[in-house]
């Protein structure tokens, strides 16, 4: 094609999309309160209101109206339930199942809908609603926490420290699909591997080799040098482990929008088997690079030994949170980028129309952008722990 | 005594939080705009090497990028608690 006709084919199809966009915020217009999340009263203050006998109006005067701050939060953090669509009142979400372990008491197991999304109690636990500061211990139990909780609504705290939760939450399942995923894709290539021996890769096989053949050369084999072949399980593992949660993360629809490295506990857990991997394989050089660095006066040692041993726990930590920040940082940008329309659209609905498009598209570069930022930090984390690896191995043979 | 009354509010807390988380988008737009000038000059001066500067470029941003997360991450902690 032409110049002129190739500008011209994109203007058609922007021009298309717009139109598109323009009408379709038409019917975003037509509902009142759709998509504007009213903020949830407390299930007290609702339990009283149901006894009292009254309905629960989702009418103008108790309309809370759009709370960005709360409905980032709820996306970014974890769920006993997945929540498809919906406001608060009228949700369409399917529950999860609680599993919780009572000290003296064995297992209970029971889905989350028991709890009606926060506004009962069941079996003696329930959610919190809002952070609880205890009058009698001190203790903060944190808001969205199951704990065991009378019918009143008040935290039973003898009984709560019996109390281990093991339930399969949002990112719990979603750990667990990437995990089939992953297992899936893989037990997939190698068994294309062993069936086309000899022969040129086909299908997902050409699309993993290169990549597996990436980690290898371009990360582990200049990092960690000859015995890199025992550390590529591990580095391998990672990097598509935290890659496909890194995807799926993005991805809108149910199962798959949970914020899994996102949430701390997973990349605290990733960092915490590379400094395990790294502390059982490091030889003497390594240790005493670290203790006694070697050609350093007895003085300065007594400086540099705490900083290294300091530096030893800070790199997993740094590890931690280069990718929890970034992938978290990213959601919560997106999100306010969306919560732009509903925030414009309190005003009037006009104005939300007029923000919605140029709102959409930021979100589909950011999503674009937020896309290879995953990439990048699967590989930042798996070049780091290589990195460390190599070190912890380095013989350098002069010593 | 004024000044530190005003000072331990929690409001002009979490001010300060981000602040510093802002101050820390700084810090990381610098060290980037760094790396990238120097990434596109040496490109300019030996374009066939362009995919190993790429490469080594994207890895330095990242790592610019973890510190200036930390900071941020604390800006969040402070700002929203």
């Given at each position: 094609m032409t110049p002129n006709k190739y500008i011209g084919y994109i203007l058609t199809r922007l021009l298309m999309v717009g139109f598109f966009f323009f009408g379709g915020s038409f019917v975003l217009a037509a509902q009142e309160g759709h998509g504007e999340h009213a903020a949830q009263d407390s299930s007290l203050h609702e339990e009283a209101i149901h006894a009292a006998g009254q309905e629960i109006h989702h009418d103008?005067?108790?309309?809370?109206?759009?709370?960005p701050g709360k409905m980032i939060m709820e996306h970014i953090g974890d769920a006993y339930d997945l929540h498809f669509w919906g406001s608060h009142e009228h949700p369409v979400s399917m529950p999860l199942p609680v599993i919780i372990y009572q000290s003296g008491e064995g297992f209970k197991t029971f889905l989350s809908s028991r709890f009606h999304h926060g506004h009962d109690t069941y079996q003696g636990y329930g959610i919190l609603q809002e952070e609880y500061l205890s009058p009698v211990t001190g203790k903060t139990y944190f808001k969205g926490k199951i704990v065991a909780m009378n019918e009143q609504g008040s935290v039973n705290e003898e009984r709560n420290a019996g109390l281990y939760n093991f339930s399969i939450t949002k990112n719990a399942l979603a750990i667990f699909i990437s995990v089939i995923l992953l297992i899936l894709i893989m037990t997939s290539v190698a068994k294309a591997y062993k069936k086309r021996e000899g022969q040129a890769p086909k299908g997902l096989q050409s699309f993993i080799e290169p990549i597996i053949l990436f980690v290898r050369d371009d990360v582990a084999k200049p990092a960690i040098g000859k015995n890199y072949a025992k550390f590529m399980p591990y580095l391998l593992t990672i990097f598509f482990f935290i890659w496909i949660n890194n995807i799926m993360g993005l991805i809108p629809l149910a199962p798959f929008g949970a914020n899994v490295t996102g949430n701390v506990a997973v990349p605290i857990v990733l960092a915490l088997f590379t400094f395990v991997i790294t502390t059982m394989n490091g030889n003497g050089h390594y240790w005493r690079h670290i203790f006694a660095m070697p050609g350093v006066p007895l003085p300065v040692l007594l400086i540099v030994t705490p900083i290294e041993i300091m530096g030893m726990f800070l790199k997993p930590i740094v590890l931690v949170i280069r990718l929890f920040a970034n992938i978290t940082a990213g959601h919560i940008v997106l999100l306010v980028f969306f919560s732009l329309i509903f925030m414009f659209g309190e005003t009037s609905t006009g104005v939300g129309l007029g923000v919605a498009v140029p709102s959409v598209i930021f979100t589909l570069l950011l999503n674009l952008l937020e896309l290879l930022v995953g990439a990048i930090q699967a590989y930042v984390f798996t070049l780091l722990s290589a990195i460390y690896f190599g070190m912890a191995v380095v013989d350098d043979g002069h010593h | 005594m004024e000044f530190l009354t005003i000072l331990l509010d929690p409001a002009i807390a979490k001010a300060g939080a981000v602040i510093g988380a802002g101050i820390a988008a700084l810090g990381a737009g610098v060290g980037i705009g760094r790396i990238g000038g120097s990434a596109l000059e040496s490109i300019a001066r030996q374009p066939e090497v362009k995919g190993d500067i790429a490469s080594n470029m994207i890895l330095a941003a990242a790592l610019v990028e973890g510190a200036a997360f930390g900071a941020l991450a604390l800006g969040f902690i402070v700002g929203l608690a």
């Open positions: 103008y005067e108790t309309h809370k109206g759009f709370e | -």
